[in-house]
Nanobody, 122 residues
Framework: VQLQASGGGLVQAGGSLRLSCAAS????????MGWFRQAPRKEREFVAA????????YYTNSVKGRFTISRDNAKNTVYLQMNSLKPEDTAVYYC????????????????WGQGAQVTVSP
C-alpha cells in the first residue's frame, strides 16, 4: 500500500491541525494504521494507531485527550485530529500501515508515507 500524508503546517500553541493520510489500492481496510512522529535529533516515536475496522484506538500517553485518530475505509484515508497543540508536538508526522497487531512497535509497520511537518509556536 502507498501512503500520502497531508495537512501539516504552522500553528500557535493551543491550536489545532488535522492530518490526513490517503492510501492507494483496494486493501486499505485490511491494515491497521498508525501515526508516528520524529522531532529533530530524536528517534521516531509512536503517536496513535487504529485497528482495521476502526473500533479500537491506541495512543501514547502524551497525546491522550488531545489527539484523535480515525479512519474512513470507504475513502481509504486515516486521520489524526490534533487539538491543544504544544510546542513539544513539533515534529515530522508519518502515517504507516501495520503488518500485524503490535501497534506500538515501529518495526510492525511495513509501509510509510512521506511525512508531514507540524510546527507549533509558543
Amino acid at each position: 500500500v502507498q501512503l500520502q500524508a497531508s495537512g501539516g503546517g504552522l500553528v500557535q500553541a493551543g491550536g489545532s491541525l488535522r492530518l490526513s493520510c490517503a492510501a492507494s489500492g483496494r486493501t486499505f481496510s485490511t491494515y491497521g494504521m498508525g501515526w508516528f512522529r520524529q522531532a529533530p535529533r530524536k528517534e521516531r516515536e509512536f503517536v496513535a494507531a487504529i485497528s482495521r475496522s476502526g473500533d479500537t484506538t491506541y495512543y501514547t500517553n502524551s497525546v491522550k485527550g488531545r489527539f484523535t485518530i480515525s479512519r474512513d475505509n470507504a475513502k481509504n484515508t486515516v486521520y489524526l485530529q490534533m487539538n491543544s497543540l504544544k510546542p513539544e508536538d513539533t515534529a515530522v508526522y508519518y502515517c504507516a500501515a501495520a503488518g500485524g497487531d503490535n501497534y506500538y512497535y515501529l518495526g510492525n509497520y511495513n509501509s510509510w508515507g512521506q511525512g508531514a511537518q507540524v510546527t507549533v509556536s509558543p
